[in-house]
């Protein structure tokens, strides 16, 4: 059965970074994108950006250009963001997500970060 | 950016009840819709794709349709376990966008 395996939780300083990673299962990992989706506690979804597994392809959305960068470890089947420069406005839960064509089938369950000094 | 305007933010229904939830895109997206569950707590979870085509597992209650730029998510027979934030998501072009999310509530 496909799994997404997020790492724990991490509270952070401000001015840190942090790097996420995401273990999938299941499935020829190579196969489908990933994708991150933050979280702001209480709020909406937002895309941060996907990476194609198999070649290391990524596009991002231009609000995250500049604080994530995705990238994959093909020998362990592991997605990993990194987040950079952080502040009180990235503490949030970032999940990954697996895209069957043109729609998100399987999520990790999530990870919270908090940026606090 | 494709802008997703869900309505409405929050819901009450009684148990057995029918309810709509909809997203109007702010352009043509076809059929490149997707609406998620998302309970206390947990991951977000798939429910329909492609606009009208259900996810596997998902009951038969949840169905989605599509008028032109306007989407629906139907739920028939309110059941208690239907709680929690339900999304559309529009995967036509980046960056994706979501909706604002609708809380249901059982009364």
């Known amino acids: 059965q496909v799994n997404l395996l997020q790492s724990g939780a991490a509270l952070v300083k401000p001015g840190a970074s942090v790097k996420l990673s995401c273990k999938a299962s299941?499935?020829?990992?190579?196969?489908?994108?990933i994708h991150w989706v933050k979280q702001s506690h209480g709020k909406s979804l937002e895309w941060i950006g996907y990476i194609n597994p198999n070649s290391g392809y990524t596009n991002y959305n231009e609000k995250f250009k500049s604080k994530a960068t995705l990238t994959v470890d093909k020998s362990t089947n592991t997605a990993y963001m990194e987040l950079s420069r952080l502040t009180s406005e990235d503490s949030a839960t970032y999940y990954c997500t697996r895209e069957y064509p043109y729609y998100f089938d399987y999520w990790g369950q999530g990870v919270m970060v908090t940026v606090s000094s | 950016d494709i802008q997703m305007t869900q309505s409405p933010a929050s819901l009450s229904a009684s148990l057995e009840e029918i309810v709509t939830i909809t997203c109007q895109a702010s352009?043509?997206?076809?059929?490149?819709l997707s609406w998620y569950q998302q309970k206390l707590g947990k991951s977000p979870q798939l429910l329909i794709h492609s606009a009208t085509s259900l996810a596997d597992g998902v009951p038969s209650r949840f169905s989605g349709s599509r008028s032109g730029t306007q989407y629906s998510l139907k739920i028939n027979r309110l059941q208690v376990e239907d709680t929690g934030i339900y999304y559309c998501l529009q995967h036509y072009s980046a960056p994706l966008t979501f909706g604002s999310g609708t809380k249901l509530e059982i009364k």
């Open positions: 299941g499935y020829t990992f190579t196969d489908y994108y």
């Open positions: 352009q043509d997206i076809g059929n490149y």
